[in-house]
């Protein structure tokens, strides 16, 4: 029998009929997209138990975690440390901004031409169909691209909004610039939580994302495959549940799901045949639910390798976050260091991700890298230049888009990657 949490989002103000449009939506959605996938692994059971639950178990988390006086924040971006957060008995949660559902109430405030990312994000406040959002006690933001920079100043009109000032280069300067500003979160935190960052604490919530990145790269490795383990479509909900789901019990299910990966590639057992084309995705992250790109490239019967992206291998930058002696200025100067290695298209110079993509090609034995940015997103489009060049002097086939998250744009999206794989 399912649980019925009504009672619960009526309490955290959701605008209840709208809310209930898109939960009756959303399974539908999910079915069609992923259930109908063949050889799907038997882990991948408990990440559709955790999406028939989207706003209802973990939500219930939360709320019962402040109820006991903890706190929640609400973020939108890997170079926000969940570390500090956890270190302070804080919760993070990754926000969803990947629905077109939520786009349409966020234009009647934002400029149409904001990428859909924000849109939907904001869209999720403005129309109150978020719990997560709700249940949030600080959203933190970050100086990335100039859209969510601005976006901030708007937010915090709605929701008490703390913005991390992020450099756009990676001097020296911009290092310490940076562990200047994961010390004023440390403080912020503190002030939220009332509970202080100690470096026995921080270096426990280290560990523990430690943890969960080290389960995440298992999953990533196992993809290099041929032929793959498990379809693109399917690792990349893992991927994006880690953005909010308890650290722990993901880490455990992910591990779970690894092993029973590895079992398959002792066996040479794939999703599809050893021969089926191999793409690498590059680009803007794919957060929950946009999983359409995914589809679309494994609906020609090519499998999805790899994503390089913060829904994916950029997420991972870094591998493991050291934990040096001498203190907590040395565990944030860690911190920091591990963290700018994440190449976001928002720095300058960031020839690094080129690297990176050329580097995946061969990992993943890749045939074609799809690069698609949302509209609107001048970091990504206009990095995708330099990508296409690098990729086209290595001689590998590249296919550029852009998009957003409507239905109209996936019928002409999918055009353009049936034609891309049929050229592999
Ligand atoms: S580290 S990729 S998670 S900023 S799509 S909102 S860039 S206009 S998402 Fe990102 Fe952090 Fe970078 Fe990763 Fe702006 Fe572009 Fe929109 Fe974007």
Known sequence: MTTDYHAMWQELGLNMPQHDTLMAALPAIFGNVYLGQPQRPQGMGYYDFV??????????????????????????????????????????????????????????????????????????????????FQVSDLIVGETTCDGKKKT????DEYVPTYVMDLPNSRTEADRALWIGELKRFVDKVEAVTGNRVTTESLGDAVQLVNRKRAALQRLFDL???????????????????????????????????????????????????????????????????????????????????????????????????????????????????RQLQTNCACFTPNDGR????????????????????????????????????ALQKAGVPVLVLDGDYSEEQAGQLKTRIEAFVETL
């Not at 032929?227 to 308890?246: E, M, R, T």
């Not at 090609?361 to 990508?387: K, M």
């Open 51 to 132: 999406v028939s639950e989207i706003h209802g178990l973990r939500v219930k988390e939360l709320v019962d975690h402040k109820a006991k006086g903890g706190k929640v924040f609400g973020n939108f971006c890997v170079y926000v440390p969940e570390e500090v957060i956890l270190a302070a008995g804080g919760v993070a949660v990754g926000l969803c901004g990947g629905a077109d559902f939520s786009v349409p109430v966020a234009e009647q405030l934002l400029p149409r031409n904001t990428c859909a990312l924000i849109k939907s994000a904001v869209g999720f406040k403005l129309g109150g169909t978020c719990p997560y």
């Open 354 to 389: 080129t690297d990176d993509i050329l580097r995946m090609v061969d990992e993943y034995q890749a045939d074609g890298v799809i690069h698609f940015s949302l509209s609107f997103c001048a970091p990504y489009n206009l990095e995708a230049v330099r990508v296409r060049q």
């Open 152 to 155: 901030w100043e708007i937010l």
């Open 223 to 337: 993809r290099k495959a041929r032929p793959s383990p498990i379809s693109g479509l399917d690792a990349l909900l893992p991927v994006q549940i880690s953005f909010y789901d308890d650290p722990v019990r993901f880490t455990q299910k992910l591990d779970e799901l690894c092993n029973e990966l590895e079992e398959r590639v002792r066996a040479g057992r794939g999703v599809a045949p050893a021969s089926a084309r191999r793409i690498l995705y590059s680009g803007t992250p794919m957060p929950i639910p946009f999983w359409t790109i995914a589809s679309l490239i494994e609906a020609t019967g090519a499998v999805l390798v790899a994503e390089e992206s913060c829904t994916g291998t950029r997420l991972l930058a870094g591998g493991q976050t050291a934990m040096p002696g001498g203190g907590l200025a040395a565990q944030l100067a860690a911190l920091a260091n």
